[in-house]
């Protein structure tokens, strides 16, 4: 039997504000994620898309039709996108300009919803700007793109300046792998299912590891990018949120903030990695030359024309203190450039007790149960078990998987991340943005580390781009008798 889900509250009347809209993002997530949930029919005839922009609103249009073309989006689809799109010249920097933004939006009654698709640091003049201009007052809400500084005292003074104009009611911190169906699958798979939960722990359960690998180098990126690395861009945001819903307990309910008191008492209970600690329990990396499918790329150093000791590739073992995972070991792993793009939960469960197949040969090795959540691409759960060959003769084991894959088991488009979250502003559901506390938890344990890579472990490892990461990352796993799932 299907279970039919209630109809989610319809969209109200908005004007959404897309600050740095000629930006990367805006261009690549968030206008496309815009057009195809107006495709859909669920934004109401009159609401508005406001890009902000400093430079010619004409030309900003002109690429943004542009990049919706790219993506095969259909003309009609696109046309009637671009009627609900508007500009504002605005400098984020200068309070006078918002008053143009002010003209815009006039004296509308509709949910106001400001996006921050700009570097940090224009956060707080931003929400500083809005506010000296009247504009966040009513049920207006601003939506803050990662990263939210760069360590635990930048973020607390964007929250501290941001809670000075708005309630935290009405701020939605983003980390798109929240967005991500497989990665709400996770709440469902653990609490729609007693299967696992019951195994969900260090009674069952040998050690997790968690991928994040990407196949793309620096891209055209290296502002952003140098000098803030892959823990602070990949780590401290999407990997410990993916640790968050793997390891939480079961909240009450599946409210906001049941869902994120879970999700912080996770990240408090992260054993601290402190000092010369890192170099036994993290491994910094830096792509080198290799080659990306199967064309020759050039190394971090060579595309950004310089030396840096920015890494690309982290990998972390962790542990969490709680009764439920105590003594579990975690291997976090995210990197550029790396073999293949893969994202992944993978869950080793403890080998039997005892072996009754010693006696049929004695050297038949049972491997263990492993609970495979791909997250992307190819989205799905894989179990591995160990099956007995058909056949006649001395009884012969092997491992095999039952196998779901969700484009065979819904027949239906998977939508991007930033579609459900963009709908998810607007309707004023936070269950998938970070609450305040949970971005300055995740970061008071990401600082030591950081502290520790100054003091200790200054310079990356580098490896061939094409490859898994430095050899270091097969070292940490294996001196303790594991190895990465590749
Ligand atoms: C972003 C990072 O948050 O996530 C990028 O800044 C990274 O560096 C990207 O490439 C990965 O997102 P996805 O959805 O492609 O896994």
Not at 111 to 138: E, K, M, Q, W
Not at 185 to 200: I, K
Not at 207 to 231: K, N, S
Not at 366 to 389: A, C, F, S, W
């Amino acid at each position: 039997m299907q279970h039919v889900l209630p109809e989610r509250t319809p969209v109200p009347d908005f004007d959404l504000v897309i600050f740095g809209a000629s930006g990367d993002l805006a261009l690549r997530k968030l206008f496309p994620a815009l057009t195809r949930r107006d495709a859909e029919g669920v934004f109401p005839a009159t609401s508005r898309v406001i890009g902000v922009v400093r430079g010619d609103p004409e030309e900003s249009r002109a690429k943004v039709e542009e990049w919706l073309k790219s993506e095969k989006i259909s003309q009609e689809e696109i046309d009637a996108f671009l009627q609900r799109l508007t500009f504002a010249q605005v400098d984020a920097r200068q309070p006078e300009t918002f008053a143009n933004l002010k003209q815009v939006l006039g004296k509308s009654q509709r949910i106001r919803a400001f996006y921050l698709s700009t570097p940090p640091d224009l956060f707080i003049p931003i929400c500083r700007n809005l506010a000296a201009a009247g504009l966040l007052d009513g049920d207006s809400r601003v939506v803050l793109e990662k990263p939210l500084g760069k360590d635990g005292r930048s973020a607390r003074e964007i929250n501290d300046a941001v809670a000075e104009v708005l309630p935290e009611s009405r701020t939605y911190r983003i980390d798109h792998y929240l967005g991500k169906e497989t990665v709400q699958n996770l709440l469902v798979l653990r609490f729609a299912n007693t299967l696992f939960e019951r195994s969900w722990s260090y009674r069952d359960v040998d050690h997790v590891q968690i991928t994040c690998a990407e196949t793309v180098g620096l891209e055209a990126r290296a502002g952003y990018y140098d000098g803030v690395g892959a823990l602070r861009d990949m780590v401290q945001n999407h990997v410990l949120q993916l640790l968050c819903l793997f390891a939480l307990e079961p909240p009450n309910t599946l409210s906001a903030d049941a869902v994120r008191d879970e999700k912080v008492r996770i990240l408090r209970a992260l054993r601290p990695i402190v000092g010369p600690d890192v170099v036994q329990k993290t491994v910094r990396g830096q792509y080198a030359p290799g080659s990306s499918d199967g064309a020759p790329v050039p190394g971090y150093g060579e595309e950004l024309g310089r030396e840096s000791g920015t890494e690309t590739f982290a990998a972390i073992r962790c542990e969490l203190d709680t009764w439920r995972w105590a003594g579990v070991p975690i291997y976090l792993r995210t990197g550029k450039r790396m073999s293949e793009r893969r994202s992944e939960i993978v869950v080793t469960f403890k080998r039997v007790p005892h072996s009754i197949f010693r006696s049929v040969d004695p050297a038949m090795t049972l491997e263990p149960n492993r609970l495979v959540i791909r997250l992307q691409p190819n989205e799905g759960v894989t179990l591995q078990m160990m099956m007995k060959v058909p056949g006649s003769g001395r009884l012969k084991l092997v491992p095999r998987e039952l196998d779901l894959k969700y484009e065979t088991a819904f027949e239906m488009r998977s939508p991007d991340a930033y579609e459900r979250l963009l709908t998810d502003v607007l309707r004023g559901d936070q269950t998938l943005f970070m609450r305040r506390d949970e971005v300055e938890a995740a970061w008071a344990w990401i600082d030591p580390i950081i502290e520790g890579w100054r003091d200790f472990y200054p310079k990356p490892h580098r490896y061939a781009s094409g490859s898994w990461g430095p050899s270091q990352s097969v070292g940490l796993i294996e001196r303790e008798g594991r190895s990465w799932l590749d």
